[in-house]
T-cell receptor
């Protein structure tokens, strides 16, 4: 598609429920990132994929967070046993380049998935 | 990675030029300076990047002095639609790179 598509746009979950957030990056983009953005804050890095390989997951806040990109295109961020502090907007971004390419810092972001945990 | 410091907020009026300065005293040789813009309910959008001197595109100009310890994003003749949060990032172009966003500068353009 023309841009990065994320679904659902809004998700309300009860504390303890599992949620799955989907990201459709731009076709052919090598790099895919997940970020978490709390209200009034800048996006915080969660994890990075180069094609299907998860090369950096240093930003995942706990083992309740899991991300995958099995075929190097669509990615899913899963949060198990959601807590209230998980409430945030989850942003997905993709880039044509890998991390060493000259355009590596030109990311295209989706509109995000807003998660509210009650 | 070099820490960045930028104003929390700025106000301007339509038609004015806006300059947002970002400090990055510990920038390293292989670091690039990148700016993103974010509107409410949208993801950040890439504006401009540079390494040194001046870069200009259809949206903005980026001025980087010789010591590279700061950079200035210049928005010519702003309009109401330029009201957004602007993020300055220092990105290290190596295998460990990931874009680290700070809190950004909230620009409010008034009529």
């Amino acid at each position: 598609g023309a841009g990065v598509s994320q679904s659902p746009r809004y998700k309300v979950a009860k504390r303890g429920q599992d949620v799955a957030l989907r990201c459709d990056p731009i076709s052919g983009h090598v790099s895919l990132f997940w970020y978490q953005q709390a209200l009034g804050q800048g996006p915080e890095f969660l994890t990075y994929f180069q094609n299907e390989a998860q090369l950096d997951k240093s930003g995942l806040p706990s083992d309740r967070f899991f991300a995958e990109r099995p075929e190097g295109s669509v990615s899913t961020l899963k949060i198990q046993r959601t807590q209230q502090e998980d409430s945030a907007v989850y942003l997905c971004a993709s880039s044509l380049e890998d991390r060493t390419g000259p355009g590596a810092n030109v990311l295209t972001f989706g509109a995000g998935s807003r998660l509210t945990v009650l | 990675l070099a820490k960045t410091t930028q104003p929390i907020s700025m106000d301007s009026y339509e038609g004015q030029e806006v300059n947002i300065t970002c400090s990055h005293n510990n920038i390293a040789t292989n670091d690039y300076i990148t700016w993103y813009q974010q509107f409410p309910s949208q993801g950040p959008r890439f504006i401009i990047q540079g390494y040194k001197t001046k870069v200009t595109n259809e949206v903005a100009s980026l001025f980087i002095p010789a010591d590279r310890k700061s950079s200035t994003l210049s928005l010519p003749r702003v309009s109401l639609s330029d009201t957004a949060v602007y993020y300055c990032l220092v990105v290290r172009m190596d295998s460990s790179y990931k874009l680290i966003f700070g809190s950004g500068t909230r620009l409010l353009v008034r009529p």
